[in-house]
């Protein structure tokens, strides 16, 4: 497993500059992390008409034992890959195929959302066809 202090490392190696603001961000972490509500009528709605949906998260731990204990979203996934434990991060090449590969997707059949910028290029890479997320009205008008 991967350790809060170890994500929080390997995000501030891979963006110096920005290092003491991730460091901020991080411990204010949890207080960060809500639901929003209109993504998740778009998920379900895909899901409702048959789409398979898969989550890629880079979480920590404790990160995604708060989630967890304080949202049901997860109910609404086909199945995730979650980089703690397994010790990967996108926009590694990596937790992608352990993605492609755990649940048989193909990359040239599926979507990939994602609102970094690095994450959508590593998926890219790959072959998914991607979007980058801005917004739930920008998201639901590509759906």
Known sequence: ???????????????????????????NWYQMLTLIEDVIDVLIELRNVGYKIYFLSNFHLLAYEDVYKRYDFFKYFDGGILSYKEKLMKPENDIYDKLIKTYEINPNESIFIDDTKENIDGATKLGFKTVLFTSSLELRERN
């Open 1 to 27: 497993m991967i350790t809060e202090e170890e994500a929080i490392n390997s995000i501030c190696d891979r963006n110096t500059e920005q290092s003491q603001l991730i460091k901020f961000v991080m411990n």
